[in-house]
């Protein structure tokens, strides 16, 4: 294969028409009322190169199904269209409300999810060469030589989303296809298939792709190896390797919508896939007095200490609130007492008076022992969502964390006991600390699959 593909990838666009259904209130981790401005400078930016005419996207194309929202989007999407750029999207639970309206039931003004598939034919199911059942999911030939599996995994809608017994040997048998014809195949689904980020399937094992503890080494070996997901909103490339050899790889990228509004560019050839991540420098709003970036840094960081806030001083907030980081209501109502405690410690202490609390500050460098706490928590988890956990063993910052976890670690097993997802906590927190594999821009060679299997054993 000599001819190279090329397109541009994106997710989450979560489009809210706030002009038409109102100001939306409250912090998100994602900015609710700058989406459509968002967009409209992510397409701009498209239409302005010639390089580049295929737009992959992910899914949670709306807020939460607005059909308002769905028409603005559609409209954004003509615009594309029009400009010459080819587009190809799945969409995602927070797309529809019900799946079908039943007899006096209100959809509420939110689109139902058998709708979906008309009001998005012409960006890609209207170019498919195969189709699942649903309508939903299909096959799509790029350009000669390269077809995309557009998987949509929205399950049963809420508590399981992934692909049942039909759907997965569908999957395979659309791998076979492509490799009988001698084309390439890869894939695009919504919900992470490989982890993209240690506590991620801690905090909400629900929103990973059902059965990705298995998934990930069946397409492997049936000979798929890369596939984009999103709706984690998280940066990660994650590689897997199964018994057999094969190489899989999950691309998740996070939300258009958030911080640091990321674009996936990518170019595969018969070698390799290059990938690399570019952002919006700035799009039309008013950003009080601020630079775009760190505007939208603020907007992300503003949740996070807001949670730390109602953490010592509101949990029914913090419940609520919790949720735009994937952690279930019934997570936190379970861990109630501990949050609280914890929200009210971490409002004034610092590495320095945890370690001279804990009998180890002298083992904590002075460069960072007035640093707070929750300020470097926040960081962290801003570092994790935008895919440069940079704390590596060497600095400073890692180490006053590894003295501090490692005197705790007796005490912090208790409330982790039997949870094979955190296993040794200092190693757990370690991981979040510092991720020396490429998240945002990375040379993946493509894997030769010998033998696949492409039938469920």
């Known amino acids: 294969m000599s001819n190279e593909l090329k397109f541009y990838l994106v997710t989450d ?70 400009a010459g750029k080819s587009v190809y999207l799945i969409t995602a639970t927070h797309d529809y409300g019900l799946r079908e309206a039943k007899d006096g039931e209100s959809d509420c003004g939110r ?48 508590s399981f989303c992934g692909s ?54 069946l397409f492997a070996d049936a000979g798929l190896q890369f596939i984009f997901t ?11 390797k199964t018994p057999k050899g094969n190489v899989f790889c999950d691309i998740n990228t996070g939300s258009l919508v958030g911080y640091p509004t990321p674009i996936r560019r990518v170019t595969l050839d018969g070698e390799k896939m290059t990938v690399t991540t570019e952002k919006i420098d700035t799009f039309q709003w008013d950003f009080k007095g601020k630079e775009p970036q760190d505007y939208l840094r603020d907007h992300f960081d ?57 009998f180890v500050k002298r083992k904590i460098d002075k460069s960072v022992q007035n640093m707070l706490i929750k300020d470097l928590v926040v960081e ?12 590596s063993p060497d600095t400073a910052v890692y180490k006053a964390v590894m003295v501090l976890l490692k005197r705790l670690n007796p005490l912090l097993k208790r409330f982790v006991k039997g949870s094979d997802a955190i296993g040794d906590i200092p190693s757990f927190i370690g991981s979040l600390l510092y991720d020396d594999t490429p998240d945002t821009d990375a040379v993946i ?13």
Not at 133 to 156: E, F, I, T
Not at 183 to 212: C, I, N, Q, W
Not at 446 to 455: C, I
């Open 13 to 82: 666009t979560h489009h809210y028409a706030f002009e038409k259904l109102g100001f939306a209130g409250g912090y998100d981790q994602k900015c609710m009322n700058e989406s459509g401005a968002i967009i409209d400078a992510a397409f701009d930016k498209f239409i302005g190169q010639d390089e580049i005419d295929i737009v992959l996207i992910a899914g949670d194309l709306t807020n939460n199904g607005e059909r308002e929202s769905h028409r603005e989007f559609v409209d954004k999407l003509r615009r594309l269209k029009a």
């Open 111 to 158: 689109a139902l999810r058998n709708e979906l598939r008309g009001m998005y034919n012409d960006f890609g199911f209207h170019e498919a060469i195969a189709e699942y059942k649903d309508g939903l999911s299909y096959v799509a030939r790029l350009q000669p030589g390269y077809r995309l599996l557009a998987l949509n995994d929205d399950g049963n809608g809420r």
């Open 164 to 217: 049942d017994d039909d759907q997965l040997q569908w999957v395979l048998d659309q791998i076979k296809s492509a490799r009988e014809d001698g084309e390439y195949l890869f894939a695009m689904t919504h919900h992470p298939v490989l982890p993209p980020s240690p506590v991620y399937p801690v905090m909400s094992k629900r929103d990973m792709h059902g059965g990705y503890e298995t998934v990930p080494y």
């Open 230 to 240: 999103g709706h984690s909103h998280m940066q990660n490339i994650g590689f897997l």
């Open 302 to 358: 503003h949740l996070l200490n807001d949670i730390f806030d109602s953490m010592a001083y509101d949990f029914e907030k913090f419940a609520g609130l919790a949720g735009g980081f994937s952690m279930e209501r019934k997570t936190a109502e379970k861990l109630k007492i501990p949050i609280k405690l914890i929200g009210k410690t971490m409002q004034k202490l610092t590495l320095g008076k945890a370690g001279r609390l804990l």
């Open 380 to 391: 962290i988890v801003r570092n994790i969502f935008s895919g440069n956990e940079h704390y």
């Open 445 to 457: 060679p493509v894997h030769k699959v010998q033998d696949p299997v492409f039938s469920r054993q």
